[in-house]
């Protein structure tokens, strides 16, 4: 049923129906909800409908189903691409170009989003130096406090053209003939820019950006205007500051001493004289409030002496302000990592790193930052190691391990599986979970992961002798008796004589002969070629041009044969290959 949903699946995505697609899929995974390729394939369909949230969350189903398949990291890095998530992007197809180095897919798939995080990083100023000026991290509030361009701020049509130029800096060449946008210019490279139009003439724009009548005609006060402007003429940049209210010059007078309060607060932060910089920021942020720079400062300082809480009140409280503000989503995202910074240093159980990650992801959201990512990922660590420490008890491992063994008794292998995978998890070290297990995966013909789990055992325990049985059974039975063979002998020099070793050995020895002496059906012996040939160390017996050589004289100089036969390390290679089913001997 599973496999009919499937096909009727793939029949829509290959139409271009993606909706119909997910549903067909999802009817699949209803009815097979462990199969890794069924999340593969609707994560594909969401992606294709640009759900690139769902699409993530299929992909990580399926890498966490299949963590060993190249195309699950495919799946992955695109929906990670399509969330603008560039740099966990990267890293999901380099991680499946490390299972299949040869994929094209992953290959692109890196190639596209390595030059994505480089657009997305490099501020996209385009060809136009004054851009620049519109990424600034403080551009807003710049322009908030600036005189010159308060006012402009109040028109909608403008501020949506100020936008239109920070997402995409071409098109300022076509604005710079508004007298508006040279006080923005002005205001943001912080210098006096002498505007060829009047204040008239801004006016007039800013009407007709409005769809007003009488934009920017001669007539009236526009004339006044540009009679008044002529006779300003040199000293017109004095005119400008004459222009300034009290309050205006008094404010102005503040951001500038706020300034100089954050230097001196940097100066001290570097001498590492904690509270000494905390009060030149406290006194920035009383002086002026619209840079959130003087916060996320401040809250820099309370991380580094123990202060989290009060970290985490000065980047929520730096986070509220930017938005109102409109500060650069750089500094709204520095603020939320400060937060999760100090956040994961208060962390004490598993569950306390929630918030932490929590606030990483958000900053990420804002911006695409690799210290922003690399915390989070370290949150995530801790986190698991967490979990895993809160979860340990011997005493419940072993109760498990032997329910587990009951049920193997009666046969009933999958709920013993289950057993023994909840006895790892209470003790991931004991090496008889991982064995037994091990053999439940024989007896239902899971043979990878007997292999893996035998392997684990050695790992833990070298001399723990069911290790090499379980891992030598495994590779007997999916017919890699040469591998077998290795396993056994390894075992017997941990606990020679040992006799069901002997007799895995004497297994392996017997249909190796059988192989050799064309004892065994033509279609056995090709499948046995086919696995032999994916070894890489068979592989590397038969690219070496010593050995072509060696098998060339086995069959055509037997004088030289016997010279080879007298050298071991060459003896050792010729039996590998015989082992294998790659040549007889005869």
Known sequence: MADEAKARGNAAFSAGKFEEAVEHFSDAIKLAPDNHVLYSNRSAAHASLHRYGDA??????????????????????????????????VDAFERGLALEPASTVLQAGLADAKAAQAADEGGGAGGNPLAKAFQGPDFWARLHADPRTRAHLSDPAFRATLTAVQNNPELLNAHLSDPRMMDVLGAALGISIRSAGSADEAAAFAAESRGEEGGRGESGAGKEGKEKEKEKGAGGAEAMEEELTDEERAAK???????????????????????SAVEHYSRA????????????NRAAVYLEMGKYEECIADCDRAVERGREVHADFKLVARALTRKGSALAKQAKTAADYEPAIAAFNKALTEHRNPDT???????????KELEQQEYYDPAIADQEREKGNEEFKQQKFPEAVKHYTEAIKRNPKDVKSYSNRAACYIKLGAMPEAKKDAEKCLALDESFVKGYLRKGAAEYFMKEYDHAMETYQQ????????????DGIRSCVQQISKANRGDIAPEELKERQAKAMQDPEIQSILTDPVMRQVLTDFQENPQAAIQHQKNPMVMAKIQKLVAAGIVQVR
């Open 56 to 89: 993530l969350s299929d992909a990580e189903r399926t890498v966490e189903l299949r963590p060993d398949w190249p195309k699950g990291y495919s799946r992955l890095g695109a929906a990670l691409h399509g969330l603008r998530q560039y740099a966990r992007a």
């Open 253 to 275: 007078g503040r951001r500038e001493e706020a300034v100089r309060e954050k230097e001196a607060g940097n100066a001290a932060y570097k001498k590492k004289e904690f509270e």
């Open 285 to 296: 942020v009383e002086l002026d409030d619209s840079d959130i720079t003087f916060l996320t």
């Open 373 to 383: 990512l690399k915390k989070l990922n370290e949150a995530e660590k801790a986190r």
């Open 491 to 502: 075992g017997l020099k941990v606990e020679p004589g040992n006799q069901e070793l002997l």
